[in-house]
């Protein structure tokens, strides 16, 4: 999930396994103690925040960048958790998912990253199964440049919205970006309901990106709360 492009690849010399020894900075990535993705098996019920969704209708533009499809949002799509703001910055997506649910994959994973004035970050992952169409994923996945290149104007009729299940509930722990540099400022915020896209619509983005997905990671005795 990077805010940036990363060096990392997700196989052979520059495989997530690696990703610690390419650069000093990514250090964390092999040392750290509150990586992510995990496998998502015990939880705490718990009172959480509702998460209070106030995101434009449409994304600013849409980019290949080499490692997955990201759309970038314009100012002013929000994210409230509790009383602290986020400002929603992109979504991208992987394939399959990287959070395990009781050692199980998804076929996707989307992620909304959201920053707050501190810096610190709160990512919604949303998994994604194959079933009915989400017709917004359809046109991402009709309008997504074959080829990585410049981010290019986002069809206007791409809401972020409707890439979000009903039930916003959620599993919440403290975590990383699952990309160099690995940065433990991650609060993830993974909703326990999943949305379904197309079979075929996995498959185009399939062709793109067959695999990038960085494998779970030791929970290091962490909690994960799960919202009432
Ligand atoms: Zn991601």
Redesign the pocket.
Known sequence: ??PKAHTGSYDGTGGPGKWGDLDAANKACSVGLQQSPIDIEATVKSQLPALKVNWGKSADTIVNNGHTIQLNFAEGSTLMLGDVKYKLLQV?F?RPS?HMIGGKNFPMEA?FIHRNDAGGLAVVGVLMAEGRPTPAFGKIVKTMPAAEGPAVKADAGIDPHAMLPTKLSYFRYPGSL??PPCSEVVEWLLLTTPIHVSAADVAAFAKLYPMNARPVQKDNRRYVLKSI
């Open positions: 999930m990077p991208h992987h990287e992620h699952t990309t």
